[in-house]
């Protein structure tokens, strides 16, 4: 009974030593400095070392658990030169007193000049050796340097750089306004070699050559313009990566495109936009757009000249009605605004998909991804070899749009009987 005994608080001791050396190395929260963006810029001193932005943002603060934490500044930020990210978060203890940690790391900032280098891509696949970086952080392109772009950026409201970005990112998804632009995406693609990929773009500055009465829809970062007392940063449009480089950026417009082009894309949960009226010239139709289902596409591949057929399903809820034509009075009437929606869309998917076949020789639509599926072996889908063949392609478009509901109010007084 008493070796039993022995036997027993030997095991429970072992035990107890197993448990509690996870908390060995342990470290507070207060002995941590989270960093939540890198920024990646040129270096002005060598072509081999990169210019390293840190975003450090302050857990305790705006919070009732932080005491006087809640009179701290929100975030602190550092800009320095390092041969990458990695080994610059020893460097930053030079002056930061606490351990950088990636844990909280949600965003990749890179200068637009930096994107467009062909050695870019060396610098952004060191973050797929440390393992705090997780493959979900988004990869931002701005105008600017990012040092820059981060002493600019200066939120009223939401002063949580963590909380401000993920706002601004979920709100950017879901009207359509910016693409997904993660971090594992970019590598896929990238290393697929058929694809293009998007990226969020930003910036804190107004470009100056702006043009007044331009189409709300038709702009992309720097090119909004608005009076008033708030944060001056702006996230509009996508940054175009071919091969790991960036070469080009799409507007509002063409990034809802895109979307609305793609299978692979999450879909937005709204796109509010206008469109022409047709029974007006003086007039446009503010209208909701969602896809309904996936699109269609057939495609021939087996012939000289490939062609794809995308049948994209439409569903569309008319919001506003400024030239007070009565759509519910007739078929006819229903009809012809069904088939003026139909034409528009038509045209504007049209010219995106010439853009990608003309001036990037690929799209960012996934389509590769459906083509791959028409042939047997590798080999064979490489010899194809979609950039080179997707130029040339005949490629068709079928909207088929459905209309919902004409806002909350359908009907709309006669306005020649109130103003008799």
């Known amino acids: 009974m ?32 989270y960093v939540v963006a890198i920024g990646l810029g040129k270096s002005e001193e060598d072509d081999n070392l990169v210019k390293i932005t840190y975003i450090f943002a302050n857990p305790e603060s705006g919070t009732q658990a932080g005491g006087s934490g809640g009179d701290e500044p929100p975030q602190e930020t550092i800009s320095f030169s390092a041969t990458d990210f990695i080994t610059s978060r020893s460097l930053a203890n030079a002056v ?43 990869l931002l392109v701005s105008q600017e340097e990012p040092s820059v772009f981060v002493q600019n950026n200066q939120p009223k409201l939401d002063t949580r750089p963590h909380q401000y970005f993920e706002l601004m990112f979920n709100r950017g998804l879901n009207t359509g306004t910016v693409p997904p632009s993660k971090l594992n995406r970019f590598f896929r693609i990238t290393e697929a070699d058929a694809n293009l990929f998007l990226s969020i773009y930003a910036t804190t500055e107004l470009n100056d050559d702006t043009k007044e009465n331009k189409d709300p829809d038709n702009i992309a970062a720097g090119e909004f313009e608005f009076e008033g007392e708030t ?83 439409i569903s569309i809820e008319v919001m506003t009605n400024h030239g007070m034509t009565d759509f519910t009075d007739s078929e006819k009437i229903r ?34 991804l459906v083509a791959r599926k028409e042939f047997l072996t590798i080999p064979e889908w490489e010899s194809f070899d979609w950039m080179k063949t997707y130029p040339n392609m005949e490629i068709h478009t079928d909207v088929r749009v459905d209309l919902e509901k004409f806002g909350r109010q359908t009907e709309l007084p006669s306005l020649d009987e109130m103003r008799d």
């Open 2 to 33: 008493s070796k039993l005994r022995t036997t027993g608080k030997i095991f429970i001791i072992i035990l107890l030593v197993f448990i509690l050396s996870g908390c060995m190395d342990q470290t507070e929260v207060d002995q941590l400095a």
């Open 96 to 138: 930061i007193a606490k351990q950088v940690t990636y844990d909280l790391l949600r965003l990749i900032i890179v200068s637009e000049d930096f994107a467009k280098d062909e050695d870019f891509i060396r610098w952004i696949y060191d973050a797929t050796k440390a393992m705090e970086i997780r493959r979900d952080i988004r």
């Open 231 to 313: 944060n001056n940063t702006q996230f509009a449009g996508s940054a175009v990566f071919k091969e790991g480089i960036m070469i080009d950026t799409l507007t509002i417009e063409e990034t809802r495109l895109a979307f609305l082009l793609s299978n692979v894309l999450q879909q937005p949960d709204e796109i509010l936009t206008s469109l022409p009226d047709p029974f007006t010239d003086e007039h446009y139709l503010t209208v909701r757009i969602r896809r309904e289902s996936n699109v269609d596409l057939k495609m021939n591949l087996d012939k000289t000249k490939p062609s794809i057929l995308a049948t994209i399903p």
């Open 335 to 368: 009809q012809t605004l069904e088939k003026s929606f139909e034409d528009t869309l038509t045209e504007k998917f049209d010219e995106l998909i010439k853009k990608t076949q003309e001036k990037y020789s690929t799209e960012p639509f996934g389509w590769s």
